[in-house]
């Protein structure tokens, strides 16, 4: 990143724990992490704090399925491949890079007959409007999207009316929303 500008974002790291250590909570410990590109900065590090999270519980693992793009038809796929597995094979959670990689992953494990929350624990990250709206109500992790674009507004016009103004990076806390994807 260029540290010349100011910055505005979310500590995907934390958002990344908050939603692993939340499975975990549930009792989930085969948790698969789908979604991509992995090697995407933030997909990385909401990545790395479930890796933070399960590494505290003894006896859980985390798997990743990695996709191309963080769309709805790549969860879809992955709904499916997951689907697909023997029940013993199969995690008992999926934590999704983003709300619609979580969205496709409801739709392919309910279309074949996979039940959320009972068989298989789901969450995403982002918590769009659609989230709350899905058939199975999403869990997932919040970022203050508005307060994140005012404060880029008000770092934008700062910067303006004073050029030489140093430049901050300001980062905000995620928060956990749990509904009864992961219930």
Known sequence: ???????????????GYLAARHLLDTGRRRILFAGGPLDMRQ??????GARRAIAEVPGAVLDTLPSAASTVDAGRLAGDQVAALAASERPD????????????VLQGLLTNGIRVPQDVALIGFDDIDFAA???VP???VRQPS??????????????ADDPGRAPEHIVFQPELVARASTA
């Open 133 to 135: 709206a899905a058939a």
């Open 146 to 159: 508005n307060l994140m674009g005012e404060t880029a507004m008000r770092l934008l016009l700062e910067s």
């Open 138 to 140: 999403l869990s997932s």
């Open 93 to 104: 959670a999926i934590f999704c890079a983003n709300d619609l990689v979580a969205l496709g």
């Open 43 to 48: 997909v990385e590090d909401r990545l790395g």
């Open 1 to 15: 990143a260029d540290d010349s500008f100011s910055s505005v974002s979310v500590d995907d790291e934390t958002g």
